[in-house]
Nanobody, 122 residues
Framework: QVQLVESGGSLVQAGGSLRVSCAAS????????MGWFRQAPGKEREFVAR????????DYADSVKGRFTISRDTAKNTVELQMNSLEPVDTAVYYC???????????????WGQGTQVTVSS
């Protein structure tokens, strides 16, 4: 099994930047599709970004494209999400996920972290 733990969530002013991290234990993440999702209160969990493999193809939701960047640190077995030009609509709990078959749909992932809160104030 794979255990995932997110960290780095905080309160940020609109226009600011924040970096959240996902640390894994149990297995290497190199052979997993890694995804970032977010969920606001009363809303469904939505796709943010995914990394197909280390150093490979990255995919982003239109709402964050050009502002967010997903990356992997193979040596540390972590996945990062760099968030720039943050807006109040980005406020949500951010979750990382790992899956053998990972798409933009949450059900296609096998392992999930507990999430980290990101709040963007105006």
């Amino acid at each position: 099994q794979v255990q995932l733990v997110e960290s780095g969530g905080s309160l940020v002013q609109a226009g600011g930047s924040l970096r959240v991290s996902c640390a894994a234990s149990g297995r290497t993440l190199s052979n997993y599709v890694m995804g970032w999702f977010r969920q606001a209160p009363g809303k469904e969990r939505e796709f943010v970004a995914r990394s197909i493999r280390s150093g490979g193809y990255n995919d982003y939701a239109d709402s964050v494209k050009g502002r967010f960047t997903i990356s992997r640190d193979t040596a540390k077995n972590t996945v990062e999400l760099q968030m720039n030009s943050l807006e109040p609509v980005d406020t949500a709990v951010y979750y990382c996920a790992a899956g053998a078959v990972g798409s933009r749909i949450p059900q296609t992932y096998d392992y999930w972290g507990q999430g980290t809160q990101v709040t963007v104030s105006s």
